[in-house]
């Protein structure tokens, strides 16, 4: 189960940065996560329950924003919503598609005292 090494990860990231401001409390973490990032949000939000627990951020939220999957096509340059792990353009029907977005996984912002 990779979700338990992101949320080790993420937890991490947000105790740094609670240290780092001399805070006392993390309320919330709010993450962004990619359509094809291959992470899992359920198990996600399990290991993140387990790996905070007896640290300042226990009973903080974990918020995920989903990223939509889009692409250009390196043919007609179009940009476009991309269906899962389909990399056709919509549009001149070309194989040779970019992705633009879609694999992102990073803490976007900590709430915390």
Not at 16 to 41: C, F, M, W
Not at 52 to 69: C, D, F, K, N, S
Not at 72 to 81: P, T, V
Request: proline letters at 4%.
């Amino acid at each position: 189960m990779h979700e338990m090494a992101i949320a080790e990860g993420i937890v991490d990231v947000a105790l740094d940065t609670l240290k780092a401001n001399e805070g006392t409390i993390i309320h919330a973490i709010q993450v962004q996560i990619g359509a094809l990032s291959g992470v899992e949000p359920e198990a996600l939000h399990f290991c993140f329950d387990a790996v905070t627990r007896g640290t300042p951020a226990e009973r903080a939220t974990l918020e995920i924003e989903t990223i939509p999957m889009k692409g250009r096509c390196l043919e007609c340059h179009q940009i476009f919503s991309m269906e899962q792990y389909r990399h056709v353009c919509p549009h001149c029907e070309s194989f040779a598609v970019e992705e633009l977005q879609g694999r992102e996984l990073r803490v976007a912002s900590i709430d915390m005292d």
